[in-house]
């Protein structure tokens, strides 16, 4: 009773399925989500700067930067997915009265849709011009020269 750790709080969500446009239920356990969330921000923070993060990719080969990164913007749309059914089931699950006066997160979330967006677009810039580059590695061309 004295070391118990905070009671549980399960919120029934209604997830959008991006590939099929089906909506589905998911039940999402809010302190497990929040420790999680919170340590994939550790990350991501570590990596815009000098930190471990930033060392441990420097010291990878560029395929496991480029799976690490993969998996990265996965995981990011995984919470921006979650997030956005949060946003939804708070707005939606307040009182009439009150549902005016919930500001969301809209703009935030348009945010992290915007930077996946961008990341995206580099990740398959980088992708297009290392698969040139091998092309023309095959052909015998010097991309280098």
Known sequence: MLNSG?????????????????????DLNFH???ADFDKRIK??????GQGQVMTKLTAMSEEQIMG?????????????R???ALD????????????????GIKPE???VKNCLVRANQIRHQYSAQKE??????????????
Do not use: C
């Open 32 to 34: 497990q989500f929040r």
């Open 6 to 26: 905070p009671e549980e709080v399960i919120f029934e969500l209604e997830l959008l399925d991006q590939t099929t446009g089906a909506h589905k239920r998911e």
């Open 82 to 84: 979650t997030l956005t």
């Open 88 to 103: 939804e089931y708070f707005k939606t699950s307040a009182p009439r009265e009150d549902r005016e006066k919930i500001k």
């Open 109 to 111: 979330l348009a945010s």
């Open 132 to 145: 040139e580059e091998e092309q023309l590695k095959r052909l015998g061309i010097n991309p280098g020269a």
């Open 43 to 48: 990350i991501l923070t570590g990596m815009s």
């Open 68 to 80: 690490y990164l993969e998996r990265t913007i996965k995981d990011v749309q995984s919470y921006f």
